[in-house]
């Protein structure tokens, strides 16, 4: 009798990734007032932790204009210059909203997006939310003007 050359047992495939991707993971802190990474005095770049890596990438996310840096994927970012161009402020706000949740729902880590809060300034939209990872206590507030 001849021998298969195709095993006979296939081994299951284990999926870790999405194990993976929920841990949080340390990074270089970003300095938002600064728009660059936070130094110490001896000027070299400051760890954070995973969590606070995840709110940051939550801030940058929300500030990122998709489509607009090739390095991304288009799933990355949000689309915040066509929601600004209604004229009306519901209507912005509605889209704001669904962009940013959209953006960053596509964190694993990302466990909700919510609570909007809208102020307008002569014309210019601030916006405040909160956003909650997976394993971590409280939400966080994020403000975006």
Same mark, same amino acid.
């Given at each position: 009798?001849?021998?298969?050359? +195709? %095993?006979?047992? &296939? %081994?299951?495939? @284990?999926?870790?990734?999405?194990e993976?991707?929920?841990?949080?993971?340390?990074?270089?802190?970003?300095?938002?007032?600064?728009?660059?990474?936070?130094?110490?005095?001896?000027?070299?770049?400051?760890?954070?932790?995973? @969590?606070?890596?995840? +709110?940051?990438?939550?801030?940058?996310?929300?500030?990122?204009?998709?489509?607009r840096?090739?390095?991304? %994927?288009?799933?990355?970012?949000?689309?915040?210059?066509?929601?600004?161009?209604?004229?009306?402020?519901?209507?912005?706000?509605?889209?704001?909203?669904?962009?940013?949740?959209?953006?960053?729902?596509?964190? %694993?880590?990302?466990?909700?997006?919510g609570?909007?809060?809208?102020?307008?300034?002569?014309?210019?939209?601030?916006?405040?939310?909160?956003? @909650?990872?997976?394993?971590?206590?409280?939400?966080?507030? &994020?403000?975006?003007?």
């Open positions: 009798m001849a021998q298969s050359i +195709f %095993p006979v047992d &296939v %081994p299951d495939f @284990k999926d870790e990734r999405n993976y991707d929920r841990r949080y993971k340390r990074s270089v802190k970003w300095d938002a007032e600064k728009g660059d990474f936070a130094r110490d005095s001896a000027n070299r770049m400051v760890e954070c932790d995973g @969590k606070e890596s995840f +709110f940051q990438w939550c801030f940058k996310i929300a500030q990122t204009e998709r489509y840096c090739l390095a991304y %994927p288009d799933c990355i970012g949000t689309e915040m210059e066509r929601a600004m161009e209604d004229d009306d402020e519901k209507t912005v706000e509605s889209m704001v909203q669904r962009t940013v949740t959209d953006a960053l729902m596509v964190n %694993p880590r990302t466990e909700y997006v609570d909007f809060e809208f102020t307008w300034e002569n014309g210019r939209m601030h916006c405040a939310f909160f956003v @909650k990872g997976i394993d971590i206590d409280d939400a966080v507030r &994020v403000l975006l003007s």
